[in-house]
């Protein structure tokens, strides 16, 4: 079963950054990884959970237009590990980050909630 745990929330000013780190594991063969698709959510208080960038392959990364210029994905598939740079934060930015995971079965469209892995999230909170 796969694993997701996030890491790098916490309290920054409005405009600042932060960089949150997914570590995934429990694949039943090493080279898995590669090959999932790997998404990043977040959910406010009394808000749907929102999809702010996936990943279909290290060349195909989507991005709402929220969030789109201000945030990075990137992923390290030797290290299991998926990334989310944020810049410019926004108080608007503040809720509850987790990471998700599926395989390649799904489809194009990322950015909605369809994920069989979830990790338990990392708060952000942007206020000054």
């Known amino acids: 079963q796969v694993q997701l745990v996030e890491s790098g929330g916490g309290l920054v000013q409005p405009g600042g950054s932060l960089r949150l780190a997914c570590v995934a594991s429990?694949?039943?063969?090493?080279?898995?990884?590669?090959?999932?698709?790997i998404a990043w959510f977040r959910q406010a208080p009394g808000k749907e959970r929102e999809g702010i960038s996936c990943t279909i392959s290290t060349d195909e990364i989507y991005y709402p237009d929220s969030v789109k210029g201000r945030f990075t994905l990137s992923r390290d598939n030797p290290k299991k590990t998926v990334y989310l740079q944020m810049d410019n934060l926004k108080p608007e930015d503040t809720a509850i980050y987790y990471c998700?995971?599926?395989?390649?079965?799904?489809?194009?469209?990322?950015?909605?909630?369809?994920?069989?892995?979830w990790g338990q999230g990392t708060q952000v909170t942007v206020s000054s």
């Open positions: 429990g694949f039943y063969s090493d080279g898995d990884f590669d090959y999932y698709n």
């Open positions: 998700a995971a599926r395989p390649p079965l799904y489809g194009r469209d990322c950015l909605r909630p369809q994920y069989t892995s």
